[in-house]
């Protein structure tokens, strides 16, 4: 088999509303951008791909396919060593590499976790929230998913103050996990209205956390390349400490593991490091103790190849994103059907490939209107 060439297709899908998302500070959204990547074969076959997109995306399928073409897809660990020169010269690639697996699988009749030597679980999911809300705002958002069979919740937070509404949050669901993510990691920063936190505010922020009880972990209070502070950080206070979703490629997971540095590793299949890679990390963090809980939120497809790579690594919750007017049909709107959670449990599809199907009407629309 042979790829015969890659299609990039910008999608553009509605938001009943605007988003808030606390990593792009000052910049709601008001549309769900992506950039879909079609991988054809000689075969027949075609895998899918999609990265996160902004204000118009970055073109980049004909230079892809300069690297890519005649290659075998099966070829997963040469086509990483092209990819990583893309890295090189070009835009972060390790999404397209979902697309390899998506081919592959179609070609044995198997979903990607088979391929991987694991069998389907149903794995709990928390339902992760995007915006800060004042916890009087949150109330009612955390029960309907408790109510919907979700069994923790994330919160965001951007200031170190924002403990008390952690704290207001404890005081209404006393039992209830919480895992808060303080998007320290990294920032679009379109409208520089970032606000950074020193190790002496991550350290003052996950005491305040261990007053709160029953917090799975503090996620990114500190630059995603700090390693040895979030090691330092990890000494000092006694609350789990995760990271790592938009680092690039698995050395730097190699560094969080040398400073010690983490509780819990969250590389995005779709953003750090591909579904092969993801799984040596969640291997290397096997190893040193650690959580495998990667990062999910960009779009379905991304979804998709996260759930297969936590079903082969074993992990214990799966990121829901849920945060209306940002919800599953909002980040499923290229798919046929999308990713419904039963219960608050959730199961990576049994179809071939990633499983999912693109909804044609939405890739005929876009492509005809360009
Ligand atoms: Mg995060």
Redesign the pocket.
């Known amino acids: 088999m042979q790829i015969t060439g890659i299609e990039q297709t910008h999608l553009d899908g509605a938001v009943d509303g605007m988003f808030y998302p606390t ?1 792009i500070p000052g910049y709601p959204q008001s549309t769900h951008e992506l950039e879909l990547f079609e991988i054809h074969t000689d075969e027949g076959i075609t895998g899918h791909a999609a990265s996160p997109s902004f204000a118009g995306g970055l073109q980049y399928g004909d230079q892809l396919s300069l690297f890519l073409t005649g290659e075998d897809p099966h070829n997963v660990e040469g086509i990483l060593r092209k990819l990583d020169t893309v890295n090189l010269v070009g835009p972060r690639p390790w999404h397209l590499e979902m697309a390899l697996w998506d081919i592959i699988g179609k070609d044995a009749g198997k979903p990607v976790y088979e391929l991987l030597g694991a069998e389907p679980a149903d794995i709990p999911c928390y339902a ?1 929230t995007g915006e800060y809300r004042p916890a009087d705002e949150r109330v009612d958002y955390i029960q309907a998913r408790i109510d919907e069979g979700f069994e923790a919740v ?1 919160l965001r937070v951007t200031e170190v103050e924002h403990i008390e509404m952690v704290k207001e949050i404890r005081d209404h669901f006393p039992d209830l996990p919480l895992m808060v ?1 303080a ?1 320290k ?1 990294w920032a679009v920063r379109v409208m520089e209205e970032e606000t950074t936190w020193s190790l002496a505010d991550a350290v003052a922020f996950a005491r305040g956390l261990e007053e709160v009880g029953n917090v799975r972990w503090l ?2 209070p500190l630059p995603r390349h700090d390693y040895r502070a979030y090691g330092r950080l990890r000494e000092k206070v006694d609350v789990p400490i ?2 790592g ?2 680092n690039n490629g698995t050395h730097h997971f190699r560094e969080f593991a040398k400073h010690e540095s983490l509780d819990v590793f ?1 590389p995005d299949a779709a953003l750090a490091t591909g579904i092969k890679q993801g799984v040596e990390v969640a291997a290397m963090a096997r190893e040193f103790g650690a959580k495998f809980v990667p ?1 999910t ?1 960009t779009n379905a497809l991304g979804f998709a190849a996260n759930l297969h790579t936590m079903t082969v690594a074993g992990s214990d919750w799966c ?1 829901y994103p849920m945060e209306p007017p940002w919800t599953p049909d909002v980040w499923s709107f290229m798919l046929e059907e999308g990713f419904e959670h039963e219960d608050g449990y959730i199961r990576a599809p049994e179809k071939p490939g990633l499983g999912v199907e693109l909804d044609e009407a939405v890739l005929e629309e876009t492509k005809a209107a360009d």
């Open positions: 990593w992760s994330k993510d998007n990691g996620e990114e995760a990271g979703e938009f969250q990062h939120w990121e």
